[in-house]
């Protein structure tokens, strides 16, 4: 019965002598570089940047401007800013949208819905991890308070810790954190199984095999995975006893480590 219409911010940023300084301002806000200057012993933070319009991310960049003004050289890093819709329920998410592998678990999955939240065991709550193959690259969640406990999927893409490190973490129990583990379980399993399908001519071995551009004892005559695959195979993932894994940004052949013979 209701619409709610959002047409956005822009940036006001005309009539205040920004031209006198030798900042010239655009349709998006004023220009910064990495360390949020605009120009020499000017520095503009928030909404008027035109970066990410939230008042964290103000918040955010106010800490790199007070640390370059104490002579700290510190550069801003906008890869992974968590977004929260503050509707019932909560809507967040962070980083990419999509990616080479994604996995999907509703929260009716999770104990938590089953013991203080029965409500939302019926309701379409749910969590979805985006991956390229090695790091988590992006998340979103439709669930209770889900701006809460999808911050761990923010630390994950800012640090890019590795699939297999993300699968290793114990999520405490009822949480709903625990949507965490049943989505990682998935994305691995997808992982594997891209793995096993662009990899198929790997042989059992205990090394792992890798794509280089140098010379070794022994090599494929596979011709280049493309760029959007190779990414999927850049991982520690293992078929059975077959490694896959490629180097990041190498389309070359196929290489390995294992001796001769």
Request: aromatic share 6%; with cysteine.
């Amino acid at each position: 019965d209701h619409l709610l219409v959002a047409t956005g911010r822009r940036p006001r940023s005309r009539g205040l002598g920004l031209e006198t300084v030798g900042v010239e301002a655009g349709p998006a806000g004023v220009p910064v570089d990495a360390r949020m200057r605009a120009a020499e012993h000017v520095w503009a933070i928030g909404d008027v940047t035109g970066v990410w319009p939230l008042t964290y991310v103000g918040k955010y960049q106010g800490r790199i401007v007070a640390d370059n003004l104490l002579g700290a050289a510190r550069e801003a890093d906008h890869s992974a800013v968590p977004r929260v819709v503050f509707t019932d329920p909560q809507a967040a998410a962070v980083g990419e949208a999509d990616g080479a592998l994604t996995a999907t678990v509703g929260l009716a999955e999770v104990a938590r819905t089953a013991t203080y939240t029965r409500a939302y065991a019926s309701r379409p709550g749910f969590l979805t991890l985006v991956s390229d193959g090695e790091v988590l690259t992006g998340a979103y969640a439709l669930g209770p308070e889900a701006g809460e406990w999808l911050q761990q999927a923010t630390l994950a893409i800012r640090a890019r810790l590795p699939l297999a490190l993300l699968d290793d973490v114990i999520q405490p129990f009822p949480t709903f954190s625990e949507a965490f583990l049943h989505a990682l379980t998935t994305l691995r399993a997808r992982q594997r199984q891209a793995c096993a399908h662009w990899c198929p001519w790997r042989r059992p071995t205990r090394t792992r095999a890798r794509c280089t551009t140098r010379a070794s004892t022994r090599s494929t005559s596979r011709p280049p995975v493309p760029m959007s695959r190779s990414a999927v195979c850049c991982s520690t993932a293992r078929v059975g006893s077959r490694p896959c894994a490629t180097m990041p940004g190498r389309p070359t052949a196929w290489r390995s480590t294992r001796p001769a013979g």
